[in-house]
Each structure stands twice: as C-alpha cells, then as structure tokens.
C-alpha cells in the first residue's frame, strides 16, 4: 500500500497566523483527500485535491480558509489560514486505493 | 443529514472473548461500509471493507456483516488479545472518487 509522509507532525502557532501542512505519497494518485479530526470527535472530510484542478470542499470549509495546493500526483498542502483557537485539532490527508484509504500519521495543531 | 453512530463508551472484554462493535447509520445509501483501526497519536489503518450487495466480510480474526436493511454493520474480533486495544472506526462511502463519512469509533479495550 501506498506510504504518506506528512509534516510537520505537531506545532504550536499563535491565533492570525497561517500554516502549512504537506503531504508526499510514495506513488502517484489521481485523488488526495484532506481531513480534520477536533477533540473527542469524528474525522471530517475538509476537501478533495486532484491534481490539476480546484480543490472540492465539503459544507463549511471554504477555499481561504483552507487554501490547497496539488502540484503533481505525490504531493499535496493544506494551508490553515488566520488561525483562532478553534483551528486546534488533528489534520490528516489521505489517498484511496483499490480497496480501503491510506492516511497519514497527521499533523495536530494547537493555537494559542 | 447523514449521521453515523457507534458506541460512544468503551467497551471493554476479556482477552480471549469475541469483541463486537457496533456501527449505525441514517439518511445515507452507501456503496461501501469500512472498518479503520487508530492508536493514539496515528492515523486510521485500513482494516476491511464490504460492499452494499455483501453480507458478510472475514479476514483473519476479523468479521463484518452489513445489512443494509437495518442500515447497521457488525464488527468482530474473536480471540481478541490485548494488542487489539484501540478506537475502531466505522467509514461509509458512496464509491467512486468519495472521501469518506466516519463515526465517532469505539474505544475498544482488551482486558488481560
């Protein structure tokens, strides 16, 4: 199955800034999917990344929030932009495959 | 909308016992029901998946049954050991190129 390298694995940011979270696959998928898993909570899917085109977000994620970023079909960014303390939780990204999806180790991000 | 609900508590067997976990959803026709295992500070690992015209999935020590009748799936582990201990989670989706739906997940704890 397919590996995925994401980084950085934790940080700490102050509330208004931005970061970005990457995301490299060992092998080139069509589709990349980004999720965000807050506290005692379900993961929940934020947007779909294919290469080549605009990011697809679910109800209440929008682009300047969450701006992304496909270059080619290994690698994908998710930036968390004007961060709040609400922002704090777990980002994941994920790749299907022929059966079942492959996710990251993720990214938990606190903001202060 | 689309609700998917597990056992929220813990639930905790013998070592040795079969564990069955519990997976129910609503307003949602899925192509797919899939089982994720996640350890603390990781992310989901792929454990099986079953198709709507299935009824039943095995691999290894692990079963799952979907009745899409009920709109409920089954998870089993038998002979479960204390390395089974995790928060397993149910993920439905419609095929394709969807992301996925998650529940909350069960933590599941084996007692020695």
């Known amino acids: 199955s397919a590996v995925i390298s994401q980084k950085p694995s934790r940080d700490i940011c102050q509330r208004g800034t931005s970061l970005t979270i990457q995301c490299q696959v060992d092998?080139?998928?069509?589709?990349m999917f980004w999720y965000r898993q807050q506290p005692g909570q379900s993961l929940t899917l934020i947007a779909t990344?294919?290469?080549?085109?605009?990011?697809?977000?679910e109800s209440g994620f929008v682009i300047d929030k969450f701006p992304i970023s496909r270059p080619n079909l290994t690698f994908s960014t998710l930036t968390v932009s004007n961060m709040s303390p609400e922002d704090s939780s777990i980002y994941l990204c994920?790749?299907?495959?022929?059966?079942?999806?492959?996710f990251g180790s993720g990214t938990r991000l606190t903001v202060v | 909308s689309q609700k998917i609900e597990q056992n929220s508590e813990a639930l905790n067997i013998q070592e040795g016992k079969t564990a069955t976990l519990t997976c129910n959803y609503t307003n949602y026709s899925p192509a797919y029901l899939q089982w994720y295992r996640q350890d603390p500070g990781r992310g989901p690992v792929f454990l099986l998946l079953i198709r709507e015209n299935e009824k039943e999935k095995r691999k290894e020590r692990l079963k799952v049954t979907f009745d899409t009748t009920l709109k409920q799936s089954l998870f089993h582990i038998t002979a479960s050991q204390p390395a089974d201990s995790a928060t397993y989670l149910c993920?439905?989706?419609?095929?394709?190129?969807?992301?996925?739906?998650f529940g909350k997940g069960t933590h599941l704890i084996i007692q020695p």
């Open positions: 994920s790749v299907a495959e022929g059966s079942g999806y492959t």
């Open positions: 993920a439905l989706s419609g095929g394709g190129a969807d992301g996925l739906t």
């Open positions: 092998s080139q998928v069509t589709m």
């Open positions: 990344a294919n290469q080549g085109s605009e990011a697809t977000y």
